[in-house]
């Protein structure tokens, strides 16, 4: 069970931050679906690796090559915290 704070807070359970290996800055997505509340984690690097390649965002290669390394620094650092 979650508690709601005064100011809206509330805290994750310890076994779901392991799961989804949420950290202190981690950032969600917060949505409702039929009187629920979703919360997904905003950081899915794969996602972003597809976002970056397609076509659609008109990038060059050197800059789509950019992106994805910058990507992988961040997932590589949050990799080392977790373990």
Do not use: C, N
């Amino acid at each position: 069970m979650v508690e709601v704070y005064d100011k809206g807070q509330i805290v994750i359970p310890k076994y779901i931050r392991d799961m989804l290996h949420l950290l202190p800055g981690s950032q969600l997505h917060a949505r409702v679906e039929a009187r629920k509340i979703i919360l997904e984690p905003a950081d899915d690097y794969f996602e972003e690796f597809g976002r970056l390649t397609a076509r659609k965002t008109g990038r060059s290669d050197e800059e789509v090559g950019k992106r994805i390394r910058a990507a992988e620094r961040r997932m590589h650092r949050e990799w080392k915290r977790v373990h």
